[in-house]
């Protein structure tokens, strides 16, 4: 039986590990296994800095991986928002596989992130921040189309990104519903052509997301009616998550109004669900707010109930002043 | 995955619950599963922690493994509480400590009496890796023996069955390849310089290396599953072993 040596057993142990030499990259180590790649941590030699590497590790026949990889990486490279992972390089290993180097992220994936924080509005607002990326993405044109718990990255100072858009489609212009306004003149790579969606698996396109979080059109596989409102279904079952604080936990104890915004957001017919991120964000920031929300028809008591809250020291306060001058009143006139 | 299984049991049962099972077939296949999984380890760490000669640790190893199964002592073993691993070890520790106070150990083995533990091959592994028991400097170093002889020794068998499965498909280049980058020592060696060796274009040699280690993965992932009582522990595991959420 073959020996292995301690240095050929943490080789196997990162078996994807892929040929840096003679680039300003020093493999550090392996992060996690994607779809069509591998992420290490390695340590921009040149800069001195911490990076994470998306390297391909499939095997390539057509090239069709390789220039979805690289896609990704321009995609990303004109998404620049404070809630989306920077990327700093793309190139070609000296193995002719093709990687990209981005940011390297310290923190928590949000599904064991949500965990930790108690409260429920802010919660809430780490939605809002992810809302903020997607909108941005939507806004030059770009839907994730994989928004899930375990693609949110929450980082060691708070910060909120939004990862893997390796499922990412660039829409053409007009394509998100409900006018927004396209900026067209970024130039992403490859518009024409979204190569992730070429193969027919069920007669319309291929089925790519994560039950759950997918829209039913994108679980169909019907890739010509994937439009922002597709990242809006995901956004509402991501809300929910959030909302619960996690999976373990009932969605029926959430307040009426946030679940009509779920329920919209996650509408089974896209014309049903808010036609812009925008509007979903707003729904949820009136929520926060002690605000009615448009996805929710209150009764009076409802309306009553939720203008006491807000204004419940301001009532008291009154209540109090006006049994005092009543009480007054009374002892004057004995 | 259909070489794996003429060599390794993927049964839905895993070894220990094979191991348990009535049918003595099953069992008595499972046993030897679980035997040349760990026998190395075992071996090993009773080499080192009780500094016994070759022979003595090859009979405290046999009897141990004997021991296992006439005490039933897998049925006490519960993956909430602890990893099957941590847990033989204990069982060998104890094992090991009673037979040399009693000082009346005898030959024995039992099932495993006929199972020829290759005592050399372990001997060179421990030279090669130049370990002297006196440098070993607490028991938390001795765990991470043990751990780390575990991993090599499921690789050690992956390795042989990707070696199998290579030529059973009549890829022995592909193998080699894996041989020359992915387990030699030599950490300078570069896809060019092994393009040029085995007259391959480099974008082969990428693939070639992508798709062995694909199945060394899938093989040594299929022998872990084997070994693990449930999902979930083999979703620790296989972080553990690679890094990776078996999700």
Known sequence: MTFLSDKALERLRSSEAADFSGTRYKLREFIARGGMGVVYAAEDAKLSRRVALKVLDTQDANGELTSRLTREARILA????????????VGVLPGGRVFYSMKFVEGLRLDRYIAQVESQPQRLRLFLRVCDAVAFAHARG????????????????????????????????????GGETLVTSG???????????????????????????????????????????????????????????????KSSALPRPLLAICAKATAE?????????????????????????????????????????????????????????????????? | MTALGESFPLTRLSVLAAARSRDGAERSRALEI???SYWKPVYKYIRLKFSQSPQDAQDLTQGFFA??????????????????????RLCADSFALNELKAASRKKRGGEFAH????????????????????SIPSPESLEDFF???????????????????????????????FEAYDLADDESISYGELAARFSLPLTEVNNQLAWARRQFRLIALARLRALCESEEEFAREAKTLFGVSMQ
Not at chain 1, 206 to 229: C, F, L, N
Not at chain 1, 288 to 307: H, I, K, Q, T
Not at chain 2, 115 to 134: F, H, M, N
Request: hydrophobic share 40%.
């Open chain 2, 34 to 36: 679980l035997f040349s």
């Open chain 2, 115 to 134: 199972l020829a533990l290759d005592v050399s091959a372990a001997e060179d592994e421990l030279r090669a890796q130049a370990i002297d028991p006196a």
């Open chain 1, 187 to 249: 130039q992403l790579a490859n518009r024409e052509s979204d190569s992730t969606q070429c193969t027919a698996i069920t007669g319309h396109g291929t089925v790519m997301g994560t039950p759950g979080y997918m829209s039913p059109e994108q679980a169909r596989g019907e890739t010509e009616q994937i439009d922002g409102r597709s990242d809006i279904f995901s956004l509402g079952a991501l809300l929910k998550f959030i909302a619960i604080g996690g999976t373990q936990r």
């Open chain 2, 147 to 177: 751990e780390k002889e575990w991993i090599r020794s499921l690789f050690s068998s992956a390795v042989e069955e990707l070696r199998r499965v290579c030529e059973a498909r009549e890829k022995q280049k592909v193998f080699q390849l």
């Open chain 1, 269 to 334: 017919s896209p014309s049903e669900r808010y036609s812009q991120v925008s509007e979903l964000a707003a729904d949820v920031s009136l929520y926060l707010d002690g605000l009615p929300v448009s996805a929710y028809a209150e009764n009076f008591f409802e309306r009553f109930r939720r203008f006491y809250k807000r204004h419940e020291v301001a009532i008291l306060l009154i209540a109090a002043y006006l049994v005092m001058r009543a009480l007054a009143l009374l002892s004057f006139h004995r």
């Open chain 2, 67 to 88: 021991e296992l199964l006439e005490r039933q002592l897998l049925s006490r073993f519960d993956p909430a509480k602890s990893r099957l691993r941590t847990y033989l």
């Open chain 1, 78 to 89: 004109q998404l620049e928002h404070p809630g989306i992972v920077p990327v700093h390089d």
């Open chain 1, 142 to 177: 770009v839907l994730h189309r994989d928004l899930k718990p375990t693609n949110i990255m929450v980082g060691s100072f708070g910060e909120v990104l939004v990862m893997d858009w390796g499922l990412a489609k660039i829409l053409g212009k007009d394509s998100l519903s």
